[in-house]
């Protein structure tokens, strides 16, 4: 099988040659320690011979500031990092009335679906194509503060069904888009939760973000592309209902935050397809060579049997991870993933 045929095996639920490797963001830091010739992370996918190839949705920076923030095309303020994503500190909607007069960017300019089309051209058929951006949770977030879009479901719920359908109306058309373009599986990156719960109760989530979550989900395979569900944190409390909007895989399954692979394998696995969980925060930045090995031997043995199973970090390669730790994680992969697995 060649890395497209091993991972579409994988989100079909079935057995490929071995255990697909994928990543959703790598630290240019790993990058450079790793592959010094590898100009951009596609390169990298490439040249470690990982299975998928990524691309992001993309919104442009429109303003700076002095102090180093910008704004991009939501309107909403970030402060740079070291990391892959940089941190939102401010958005322009707090209420009815900012909702009323704000307009949002337009889903259709070119410029939105990023190196999709590079990606396509260089990798179609050969790698997996992921394209990753957000349902409607995050960026109404973004656009109206974390404690203030919590307070607002119970405080102003019209508002927030209002503001969270208009970010759906973008979001929909750009994930559309995006597998006209050529991508294969759409990667929808709104986290729902921390290491001990969710950020809300089930009857938020399903009052508020679980509808737009099927509609998003249905809008991806009407248009004959896979999708895989992101999320930190503990989802137990909402995984069932997740899984029943027909997903196709879920990813990390964050072991720090309750998400034993194992466990999940056994309820769902015959449901959907599991990415991850080599733990990225001790295991893969602290621990030794061997113990990556022992931990990737292990999640392989309680995730892998029967398929349906790709191997990624438990949230992604950030700048803190031990690049000898990465490479012994693929290394071992390919070392115990090679089916059929016992």
Known sequence: MNSYERVMTALELGEPDRVPIVETAISMNVIKALCPEAKNRNDFEEAMDLDGVWAVVQFNEVASNPDGTYMDEWGVVYRPSPEVLDHPIRGPIENLDDLKKYVPPDPDVPHRLGSLAHL?????????????????????????????????????????????????????PIARNAVR???????????????????????????????????????????????????????????????????????????????DIGEVKQKYGKEVCLIGNIDCSHILSEASEEEVEAAVRDCIRKASPGGGHIISSSNSIHSSVKPENYRRMIEATRKFGKYPIS
């Open 181 to 259: 373009a050529g991508a294969d599986v759409i990667v929808l990156a709104d986290d729902y939760a921390g290491n001990f719960r969710p950020f809300f109760s089930e009857a938020v989530f399903r009052e508020f973000v679980l509808p737009r979550l099927q509609r998003m989900v249905d809008a991806i395979h009407e248009e004959g592309g896979k999708v895989v569900k992101h999320s930190d944190g503990n989802l137990w409390p909402i995984l069932e209902p997740i899984v029943r909007t027909g997903v196709d895989a879920i990813h990390p399954l964050e072991p720090i935050a309750g998400m």
């Open 120 to 172: 396509v051209a260089r990798f179609k058929r050969r790698k997996a194509i992921f394209f990753v951006q957000r349902t409607s949770f995050m960026w109404s977030v973004f656009l109206n503060g974390f404690d203030n879009l919590l307070m607002n479901f119970l405080l102003q719920p019209e508002f927030v069904h209002k503001l969270m359908d208009m970010v759906l109306d973008v979001s929909i």
